[in-house]
């Protein structure tokens, strides 16, 4: 079982930086593929980021790709994302979600992944 708490959400003007924090639990979380997804009212859940249990692999939309950064650091059980450049279409509730395939199974849906978090809200002012 893997327990996820997300942390770092808040609300940035438009061109500014948050970063979000996924906060694990569970010994093998250092080998679970983690992603971060986010919903905004009224649309469904979409990948944003996500990153093999070593690091070697991440994969963006090409929505985030080239402002966003997902990072792990397995020693603290936390996964990260850095969010510069923030556009007020990035507004949403973000989750972090984590499974133990890996990441080319888990893929870029929301169905790949069996553990989610709570989610944090992200809002970005123009």
């Known amino acids: 079982q893997v327990q996820l708490v997300e942390s770092g959400g808040g609300l940035a003007q438009a061109g500014g930086s948050l970063r979000l924090s996924c906060a694990a639990s569970?010994?093998?979380?250092?080998?679970?593929?983690t992603g971060w997804f986010r919903q905004a009212p009224g649309k469904e859940r979409e990948f944003v980021a996500a990153?093999?249990?070593?690091?070697?692999?991440?994969w963006y939309a090409n929505s985030v790709k080239g402002r966003f950064t997902i990072s792990r650091d397995n020693a603290k059980n936390t996964v990260y994302l850095q969010m510069n450049s923030l556009k007020p279409e990035d507004t949403a509730v973000y989750y972090c979600?984590?499974?133990?395939?890996?990441?080319?199974?888990?893929?870029?849906?929301?169905?790949?992944?069996?553990?989610w978090g709570q989610g944090t809200q992200v809002t970005v002012s123009s």
């Open positions: 979600a984590a499974d133990s395939k890996t990441a080319q199974v888990a893929g870029v849906m929301p169905g790949g992944y069996d553990y």
């Open positions: 569970g010994r093998t979380f250092s080998k679970y593929t």
């Open positions: 990153t093999s249990w070593s690091a070697g692999s991440v």
